[in-house]
């Protein structure tokens, strides 16, 4: 073999970074270290996995083409290494979340985790589906939780739970008396939505199709928390997962609205890289994941 697993390590740190000084930095390793390491790496092979233009590094075809079986078997490297010392089969755990699932389911199953596992590390990042997806493109993330549909070539990406999307206002509004909502009156609402690249856009557009260019979006808002405060103070209507509005309903905050003639169902999805390999945290997480059903 001719190659080491510290030149991989040393390559996928600056593919992330695609700078040496912040690599170095993250590897506890001097620049010089750094730069020789992948210089070595490059020239076993006689390739070229960078584009250079003085300090700067941007990864070439054949360095996006090898990197995800490095990062592969680099991480299955360390799940040897860690089997061998004898500690935890557990390895730290990168999550990425979509808003939704972030703020209402992920907490809750990153806490059964941390109990099942005491002791085990994990990061739980929150972004909208769109964001989420790039992390896990580039290996920022282990493993996604998405709200919206997704075809990438890179990712795989399957169901977790199903869910739906509902119309609500606040028990003032005009609408809130109404028996069912008539597409007329969706289009003289005034409206409060997610932001484009969130699942819940993604599924609010598809549901409202032929609708979505003629209604009054009032304004758009990044959290869900934000949006329902809004509804309350009677700025409009809006449309959010019943995940997150469960609550508000019992307590009477605010009132779900019937739009029979609209389909709000959608799933919730896992995202990994394709050549990503599966530890067992990930299995874990997976598995904690399906236990948990909508109420």
Known sequence: M?????????????????????????L??????????LSDFEKHYSMRLFDRNGRKLQLNELGRAIRPQAQALFEQAQAFEQQLLQQSTIPALKVGAALTIGNYLAVGIMARYMKQHPGAQVQLHVA????????????????????????????????????ELVVFCSPTHPLATQTSISDKELL?????????????RQTFNRAMSGLVAKMDV????????????????????????RVTLNDAFK????????????????????????????????????????QTQPR
């Open 128 to 163: 909208n589906s769109a964001t989420i997806s790039e992390q896990v493109r580039n290996f920022e993330l282990d493993i996604g939780l998405i709200e919206g549909e997704l075809q990438h070539p890179e990712l795989e990406v399957f169901p977790w739970r199903k869910d």
């Open 218 to 241: 009032g304004l758009e808002l990044e959290h869900t928390e934000a949006i329902k405060r809004a509804v309350e103070a009677d700025l409009g209507i809006s449309c959010l997962s």
């Open 2 to 26: 001719r190659y080491s697993l510290k030149q991989l390590h040393v390559f996928l740190k600056v593919a992330h970074y695609q700078n040496i000084s912040k690599a170095a930095g993250d």
């Open 188 to 200: 003289s609402a005034r409206w409060i939505l997610r932001e484009n690249g969130s699942g819940t």
């Open 251 to 290: 307590r009477g905050n605010l009132i779900p609205l019937n739009v029979p003639q609209r389909n709000f169902r959608r799933h919730f999805y896992f995202i990994l890289h394709r050549q990503k390999y599966l530890s067992n945290a990930i299995k874990s997480w997976i598995d904690l994941c399906e």
């Open 28 to 37: 506890a390793m001097s620049q010089s270290a750094v730069s020789s390491a």
